[in-house]
């Protein structure tokens, strides 16, 4: 899910990230965030989210993303 047009997040749709990663989490999907800027990723870490789906970095972009799915699926 890339952030990147998300500047502010308030605490319902931190809470509904959560259900959604939580959500396809039981059917074995894993939720990954990209480019979120420092006040979505500071909010989604107070909720829990990092320790949910892993690191929440403003470093990676949805390329990169693809780029390691595609490598660990053995889709490259």
Same mark, same amino acid.
């Given at each position: 899910?890339?952030? !990147?047009?998300?500047?502010?997040?308030?605490? &319902?749709?931190?809470?509904?990230? =959560?259900?959604? &990663?939580?959500?396809? @989490? /039981? /059917?074995?999907?894993? =939720?990954?965030? $990209?480019?979120?800027? !420092?006040?979505? +990723?500071? *909010? =989604? +870490? /107070?909720? @829990?989210?990092?320790? *949910?789906?892993?690191?929440?970095? +403003?470093?990676?972009? =949805?390329?990169?993303?693809?780029? $390691?799915? /595609?490598?660990? !699926?053995?889709?490259?």
């Amino acid at each position: 899910l890339d952030l !990147s047009a998300s500047p502010y997040v308030d605490v &319902a749709g931190s809470k509904m990230l =959560l259900d959604v &990663a939580e959500q396809l @989490g /039981k /059917k074995g999907i894993q =939720l990954k965030l $990209t480019d979120a800027l !420092s006040g979505v +990723r500071e *909010l =989604l +870490r /107070k909720q @829990g989210m990092e320790n *949910l789906i892993g690191p929440i970095s +403003r470093k990676s972009n =949805l390329f990169e993303l693809v780029e $390691t799915y /595609k490598k660990e !699926s053995g889709l490259l």
